[in-house]
């Protein structure tokens, strides 16, 4: 896929939203949206492939900022962030809309969204960080779906947990230009970026993307800024679970990653417009890591099945298993407070602070609205 533009929705007839960066205006009058390589050319009072980005009176704005889709607490390897604040609890809350289409979206209900009211919940970015805290967080997900739609509203939410004490995240596609890319991981202590696949097919095929936009996204993270990176495949049967491909990812990824990057490979099911094919069997998930272990990576997980063994962490200093897990619950625990294996010494590569947390498995839904509600009553009550 070229860098043509993507076919823009029709708007409402009314256009509200926040003033957004990254865009120019072309000779014959449209705003050109910048963020991400579809690079949507927009007449007045339409809005982007991803719904959220809009032109209004010769300008380009963020229609989803402040607002939200849900808010959840969850275990940090849900992201799943495995070497990033192991057992923690993370807040997690994304917006509406992407800017990729596939096909297999897990969260279509939110990513593919083209209701607005489903944005129930009002939320500025001091009152994003106050709940995290309240709610005994380490840091905040930007999740079901992706950051990079709402970028402004990202890095201004992140600027207020910084200033707190908590720590951010973005689960993202990595379909994201460069200068907004410098902009977004500035202010990301980690992210996990979804690989889909490793062929531009693939992308061009199922998501309307291209392969080598997030691989530029990949290498930048992990050599040009200090966000902690791993990165997830769901494998998909006859799609993206080839060998030859798995192969070929895993030795591009040692290449251009390194080994101590973690990858992430995630079984799927049916859901979406692919609800024709089956699950992803366990032996697949078992073949692909014994790929990419094979090719020098040295943290391989699988995920969406139970499997201790491809969930755990093992030290690749003495082979000794450091981190036990057990889907999203911890068990073995044989690292120092700063993350080195207790046999041997041998540092291991992440962000780790101290023991575990103990958040465990648990999903706990967050209502912001009452949240906010109580904040006013205390705010009333000390002032009277």
Not at 239 to 251: C, F, H, P, W
């Amino acid at each position: 896929m070229t860098q043509e533009t993507a076919p823009a929705a029709e708007a409402p007839d009314v256009i509200e939203g926040v003033p957004a960066r990254y865009w120019h205006t072309l000779a014959d009058g449209r705003v050109q949206c910048d963020v991400c390589p579809r690079f949507c050319k927009l007449n007045d009072g339409q809005r982007g492939l991803c719904f959220v980005r809009a032109a209004k009176d010769g300008a380009m704005v963020l229609t989803t900022y402040g607002r939200s889709s849900g808010f959840c607490v969850d275990p940090v390897e849900k992201k799943p962030l495995n070497h990033f604040l192991p057992g923690t609890a993370i807040l997690s809350f994304g917006t509406a809309g992407c800017n990729l289409t596939c096909k297999f979206c897990q969260n279509w209900d939110m990513s593919k969204s083209r209701q607005m009211d489903t944005l129930a919940d009002a939320a500025s970015p001091e009152l994003l960080a106050k709940a995290a805290l309240a709610a005994g967080c380490r840091s905040v997900a930007f999740t079901y779906n992706d950051p990079t739609v709402f970028l402004e509203y990202a890095v201004d939410v992140a600027k207020a947990c910084h200033a707190v004490g908590v720590k951010t995240v973005a689960v993202t596609a990595g379909y994201i230009c460069p200068e907004p890319a410098r902009e977004m991981y500035r202010y990301m202590d980690a992210a996990n970026v979804d690989l889909k696949a490793f062929t531009e097919d693939f992308y061009k095929r199922l998501c309307t993307g291209r392969l080598d936009s997030v691989l530029d996204t990949l290498k930048y993270i992990h050599n040009e800024t200090s966000t902690w990176l791993e990165v997830t495949t769901l494998l998909i049967p006859g799609q993206n679970d080839g060998e030859k491909e798995i192969t070929a990812l895993s030795e591009w990824f040692a290449e251009n990653l390194g080994p101590d990057v973690p990858l992430h490979f995630t079984a799927f099911h049916p859901d979406y417009r692919m609800t024709d094919l089956p699950r992803t069997p366990h032996a697949t998930l078992t073949r692909a890591r014994a790929i990419a272990r094979g090719a020098g990576l040295r943290f391989v997980y699988v995920g969406n099945v139970h499997d201790e063994e491809g969930s755990s962490t093992y030290c690749p200093g003495c082979g000794a298993k450091v981190i036990g897990r057990n889907w999203h619950t911890l068990g073995t625990w044989a690292l120092t407070g700063e993350g080195k294996c207790n046999a041997c010494g041998y540092p291991m590569p992440g962000v780790f602070d101290g023991p575990p947390g103990t958040w465990g498995a648990r999903r706990m839904p967050v209502n912001l609205k009452r949240f906010a509600a109580q904040l006013e009553q205390r705010r009333k009550a000390a002032g009277s």
